[in-house]
């Protein structure tokens, strides 16, 4: 079992940057793969970026792609997501979850453990 706390979250201003992140407890995060999701105000969840449990392999939404890093240090027990040239439309709860496999997914069904979640607001 793992448990994940985040931080890092923030009230930015278009065009800026946040690095979140991810704490997971245990001694087994490197058989995690992890991913980041947000889900803002009436809409639902969605997928933002995941990796691989060795961290070879990423995986990113369209809606991120060339803005947003996901990276992972294993022997510290935590996970990363560098956001860069944040727009309004970022605004959003973000959520770690990790999932007991190999590599990347954006389901978040296939995530068994989440996080509390970290509030990212950017003004526009």
């Known amino acids: 079992q793992v448990q994940l706390v985040e931080s890092g979250g923030g009230l930015v201003q278009a065009g800026g940057s946040l690095r979140l992140s991810c704490a997971a407890s245990g001694r087994t995060f490197s058989s995690y793969a992890m991913g980041w999701f947000r889900q803002a105000p009436g809409k639902e969840r969605e997928f933002v970026a995941a990796n691989s449990r060795s961290g070879g392999s990423t995986y990113y939404a369209d809606s991120v792609k060339g803005r947003f890093t996901i990276s992972r240090d294993n022997a510290k027990n935590t996970v990363y997501l560098q956001m860069n040239s944040l727009k309004p439309e970022d605004t959003a709860v973000y959520y770690c979850?990790?999932?007991?496999?190999?590599?990347?997914?954006?389901?978040?069904?296939?995530?068994?453990?989440w996080g509390q979640g970290t509030q990212v607001t950017v003004s526009s």
């Open positions: 979850a990790a999932r007991f496999a190999y590599g990347t997914s954006n389901d978040e069904d296939e995530y068994g453990y």
